[in-house]
């Protein structure tokens, strides 16, 4: 069970709105340690403004790697309850491909957030060091931002159920990583699984040890015509 955690808040949100950027979006993504399938961004819109303090229902929201899959889950349903919109993006794994994984992840959070339909007078707020380009609104970077910001931490836990059901799904269609189990992390069963059923078209094949399992079965397949 996940130990101690920080609890995000809304100080961030409220100095913006007092500003006058309204709507504020909270950004993050999930997914650039995985040998497959894509990357993975949500973006929030909460109500703040609304509010006296922060909705009992949304008081265990946190940094979605600090909680348990049963909080998360319990969490999804009230982020969706309570939100004013949500939005996910995807960066698929031919991307990552041909991108790199830091910029895939940066255009995941761009989709997501331009699926919103923002205005000019919005703010995104996006957990890590980079901010997406091609916003429609201004914004900032935060590191560590899923454990200080409400909407931040909200996004990080729908991108995270999102892409685990993704990887739960695409488990059914290629047997035999264990994809519903570690997400296309590099466990050591997917790595083994890698080299005796071979690389599938949902592989990073940027990533080491799925071109090394490429470099490998193609000396199988050498082997094989040479004999």
């Not at 913006?16 to 993050?28: E, I, K, S």
């Not at 698929?92 to 895939?104: M, V």
């Not at 071109?211 to 004999?227: D, F, G, I, Y």
Request: some cysteine; glycine content about 8%; hydrophobic content about 45%.
């Amino acid at each position: 069970m996940p130990g101690s955690r920080s609890q995000p808040d809304i100080r961030r949100e409220l100095a913006l709105y007092r500003q006058g950027f309204v709507p504020v979006c909270g950004v993050d993504e999930v997914g650039r340690g995985p040998l497959a399938g894509p990357v993975v961004a949500a973006a929030v819109l909460l109500p703040f403004w609304q509010w006296d303090a922060i909705p009992a229902p949304l008081a265990g929201v946190a940094d979605s790697k600090q909680l348990s899959a049963e909080q998360r889950r319990r969490c999804v349903a009230v982020i969706h309850q309570l939100a004013t919109a949500v939005a996910i993006g995807e960066a698929s794994a031919a991307e990552i491909d041909a991108l790199n994984i830091r910029k895939a992840s940066l255009l995941a959070m761009a989709r997501a957030v331009n699926t919103l339909n923002l205005t000019a007078q919005a703010w995104v707020l996006v957990d890590g060091r980079d901010l997406p380009p091609g916003l429609p609104c201004p914004g900032e970077a935060i590191i560590r931002g899923d454990q200080t910001s409400l909407s931040i931490a909200s996004a990080s836990i729908l991108a995270k159920e999102y892409r685990d059901a993704h990887m739960v799904a695409l488990a059914k269609r290629y047997p035999g990583y264990g994809w519903e189990q570690n997400s296309g992390y590099p466990t050591a069963a997917h790595r083994q699984a890698l080299l005796t059923l071979g690389v599938t078209e949902q592989h990073r094949r940027s990533y080491a040890p799925v071109r090394q399992a490429l470099h490998e079965q193609m000396l199988k397949e050498s082997t094989l015509s040479a004999s």
